[in-house]
């Protein structure tokens, strides 16, 4: 394939990123590996002994694993729903932050099943759920959705990347194993770039992007039917479907946010993510989260109000500042009005700002995926007496950490080998003049704000 | 069943003596029991000697019977998922009788080979509000009609019988825990850790989805009303342990319910004393009905007595 200047120019940027496995990326990796290796030791204890290990009893018996399932999903949407939007409204500044916000998708759709592989207290009878799977179970309808889900983000990402694989494929001075050409020729399945192929790769791109949206939507709507499909207070919610959703986007655009960041000041890419990027996104995350603010102001307001006991009982859990009320407060006050002023006024909005108001709100919404999960179980219909004391609260233990750390240390090991692997702005989008933009035009509706 | 000697007769002549069974009667001759199932296959007009429940010996037609090889306490893991034909089971637990003697969870136990920190059955303390009177209120599985968890198993592992009794395969359960989740009454107990102080015999038995025994690690156990008792005619045992006699348990087929010293007529056991189910409101169905806690001989606080303070303390969890 013949390679055109402006492409050379722009792969020539990112060569380093790809060829030089420098002292801090060593270091780096080193950590994470030792972080991961520990999680590895402590989900070895965790079948050896038992859950028993865990901070789960017999009345939480879910607790910070799930907690992360939720919370890993959701941020798997930046891919998505963020990447699969734009692209379907053609909107150009989607080009260099796209493959972040697929790696994003990608990682956490991996990590994110793991978490409910750990709370299975027979692992080794997984394929149970094939010999005898019952379609009635939301559980299942989780597998299937999910499994879905994981093959369509990969088929999305791997599509818009076979580019990129036939540049790198054909550009010969770049100082790299000869493994690794090899699998740059074998992914990039023979891509000339020839004009058929060329529109065959698109429209199939197209068509992902389209498909990938509603099953993202399913997958978590599932998701919450887990929940919702119990007769459990502060669960068994008619809006906790697209409460959900909206919390996956919610947490998957401050993902993405908080990804550019680092890879702006990483890798010195100033030049292709700009301010724009974090003002566009930063109006989304806006809109995410008033939207998720009314949810959550809905469902607390409307259990409140009528303060059937039961309910009630979750409530004061959640309220009372002795027990999860300074956790509640930060993530439904501070985790949604924080960004909602910051992105808000405009001479707030720098991109270092942005990027914080979205940490912290990634933060608020891991708190509230646990606060969903720990206060309900802790409140039993029958009250929780004749159990042993020290099983009714929870409280995780060492081994709950570690896998917790575990997952977060893959995700960030995962995106540095990606990463490394393929240039993390996509060198033949962003070296292609302008496509004609949809007919939504983004801009104007921003500025105006 | 221990005795049925001292059991009230009411109505039997009314009775049709088809109603009768295993159950309350031993009324198993030479191998061969009676089906309670209406309209059993017609008449070879050989008739054979079997006893009613009221200890009475009957007459009846040899095609009312079937064989009984399903009698043995080891019954097949196809026959165990169907439940014992013709059978509706049903307990009522008499709130005016419980003085939380705790007898029922040991017996449990025993039964079950679970070890001393697995629970299938609680006593709670019951205060509606702070008005109305305290009363201990035993909780057992309620084999529910409707059952929320069985709904929710995602490999079928727990399911409903023909018999009314929801059963737990520890076999195939992949310790999900979603039931656990599901039931509203927190009546599901999961096996954390390898099983502690049982002895090694019990565990290398082949595992017996009726009996329940042994628990399989990593899986869920919980009340079972003791289908391999129930299939040899017996009363599980939290009933004939109770020193109170609070637990009555029979068949809702059969309009009986037992305690082993005193039988009633269920429907009118549950008319006469206002028997209630459990959070009728939450759709469920249960299985298990309350005698109300009225005229009560004793007070609350004998509950108490004999208690080991670790028992005690779990009565002043402060979970709010």
Known sequence: ?449 | MKDNKGQQKKDSSRRNFLKLGVLAGGAVVSGVGLSAIAGNPGSTGEKVKVMTTDGKLAEVDSGMLHSCGSCSSHVSNEEARKGIPGRKFVMVIDLSRCKNARKCISACQNMHYLPKDKEWITVKLMQESEETAPYWMPKTCYHCDEPPCTKVCPVGATFKRDDGIVLVDNERCIGCKFCMNACPYGARIFNWEKPKGIPQEILDRPYNIESGAPQIFGTVGKCDFCPDMTRKGMLPDCVTACPNGVYFFGDLNEDTVTNGSETFRFSELIRDKAGYRFHEDLGTQPSVYYLPPVDRNFPVESGFKGLSEEEKARYKVNED
């Open chain 1, 1 to 449: 394939m013949e390679i055109d200047n402006k492409t050379k120019e722009v792969l020539k940027e990112f060569s380093p990123q790809l060829e030089n496995f420098n002292r801090r990326f060593k270091i780096l990796s080193a950590i994470l590996i030792a972080i991961m290796l520990f999680a590895l030791y402590a989900f070895y204890r965790q079948e050896k002994d038992g859950h028993i290990i865990t901070g789960m009893r017999d009345n939480v018996v879910w607790g910070l694993y799930i907690a992360n399932f939720v919370f890993f999903i959701g941020i798997s949407y930046a891919g998505a729903l963020i990447s699969g939007i734009l692209h379907l409204l053609k909107v150009e500044w989607r080009k260099p932050i796209i493959r972040i916000a697929e790696f994003i998708t990608v990682i956490a759709t991996i990590i994110g099943p793991l978490y409910i592989l750990l709370c299975m207290g027979r692992l080794d009878r997984l394929f149970n759920l094939v010999l005898y799977g019952r379609i009635q179970s939301p559980i299942i309808w989780d597998v299937i959705a999910i499994t879905t889900y994981i093959i369509g983000s990969f088929l999305f990402l791997y599509l818009a990347m076979i580019r990129d694989l036939a540049i790198l494929r054909d550009t010969p001075g770049l100082k790299i194993g000869k493994f690794r050409r090899w699998s740059y020729k074998f992914l990039a399945i023979g891509y000339q770039g020839t004009k058929e192929q060329d529109k065959q790769l698109e429209e199939s791109i197209t068509i992902m992007s389209a498909i990938i949206i509603p099953i993202a939507v399913i997958v978590h709507s599932v998701l919450a039917w887990i929940f919702g499909m119990t007769l459990r207070p502060g669960w068994h919610s008619t809006i906790f479907a697209p409460y959900f959703v909206i919390a996956a986007i919610f947490s998957g655009t401050g993902v993405l946010i908080m990804a550019m960041w680092f890879y702006r000041k990483m890798f010195h890419l100033e030049k292709y993510i700009t301010k724009k990027h974090f003002d566009y996104l930063g109006m989304l995350l806006l809109i995410m989260a008033a939207i998720y603010g009314y949810f959550t102001f809905s469902e607390y307001l409307t259990d409140w109000y009528t303060s059937e006991t039961w309910n009630a009982r979750v409530l004061k859990k959640m309220f009372d500042i002795n027990q999860y009320g300074w956790w509640f407060y930060f993530s439904v006050l501070v985790g949604n009005l924080l960004p909602i002023i910051v992105i808000g006024i405009k001479k707030l909005r720098t991109i270092n700002n942005v990027a914080l108001v979205s940490a912290i709100a990634v933060l608020a919404l891991w708190v509230k995926r646990y606060l969903i999960i720990v206060p309900t179980l802790e409140t039993p219909l029958l009250p929780a007496q004749d159990t042993r004391m020290e099983w009714v609260h929870y409280s995780p233990t060492w081994v709950e950490w570690a896998l917790t750390m575990g997952g977060v240390a893959f995700f960030i090991f995962a995106f540095m080998m990606l990463s490394k692997y393929v240039p993390i702005v996509p060198v033949s989008l962003v070296s292609k003049p302008a496509e004609k933009a949809a007919e939504v035009e983004v801009k104007p509706t921003v500025e105006t704000v």
